[in-house]
């Protein structure tokens, strides 16, 4: 099976911790290295994890507030510094371009390579990158300023062709492509060999959605629906559901509760506030309405 992980550098709310660095994410897809978010220290997080990060292409930011994207220059910085020379493509909400342009121009004067700001729309999903194996879309989230997450979509792989038929049929190499792709084979003395002898289905496509940070907002279920792995800000306990309201966030339970309205494979909690001492009531409050809820760590790494 090709590739497809999610590697946490950061899964802390706003006042990063000893153990628990601000939000920062690697989801890496057939060895293609897409960052979510870039919290302070993203350098450091990307040296401790061993991804080689010179292949990061495209940074995703959520939304403006420092926690996502204080770690934006220092890394842009040290890219150039390892002498980097391929093209940065960072995508965010409205205001990135006014924010992190002037930065830019002046901490990053005389760069080895290009940086493209893109802003995107934080009110309608919309695909926003897509190559051969992936599309990406923009899920409307709320929050005190824009905001939105991200879904990853793997695109339909190809079947497996069966070995011993290579062998059976003297299928030459330059043919396996074409039966993996549905083709039957024509043997030399014109046989027809249907595809469905040849090979073996494709392995299920995955997905993955990034929800951070946001009020909860059942309406996003329908977007999201049956995807593999959901990540979802669970700031707060029920104890301190008012606190959540306020600003606007999320408890563990109402995190819990869009899983399970979204039908997601699994769930995993994060953006947790530095107030709990025992983390462990997040998850528990979270497990009791979706069973398949882990809480994120700094450093895990997570294999769909």
Known sequence: MEKFEINILGCGAALPT??????MQVVNIREKLFMLDCGEGAQIQLRRSKIKFSNINNIFITHLHGDHCFGLIPLISTFALLGRTSTMHIWGPRGLIKVFQPQL???CQGLSYKVELHEVDTHTPQIIYEDRSVTIETIPLKHKMPTCGYLFREKELQKHIRRDAID???IPVSQINNIKA???WTSPDG???PNHLLTIPADPARSYAYCTDTVYKPDICKQIQGVDLLYHEATFSNEHKVLATTNYHCTASEAAAIAKQANVKKLMIGHVSSRYKDEGVLLR????IFGETTLANDGICIKL
């Open 18 to 23: 000893p153990h628990r660095f601000c939000s």
């Open 105 to 107: 121009d002046f901490f």
């Open 168 to 170: 059976a049929f003297g």
């Open 182 to 184: 549905g083709m039957d």
């Open 191 to 193: 046989e027809i060999v």
């Open 285 to 288: 409050e979270a497990k009791a």
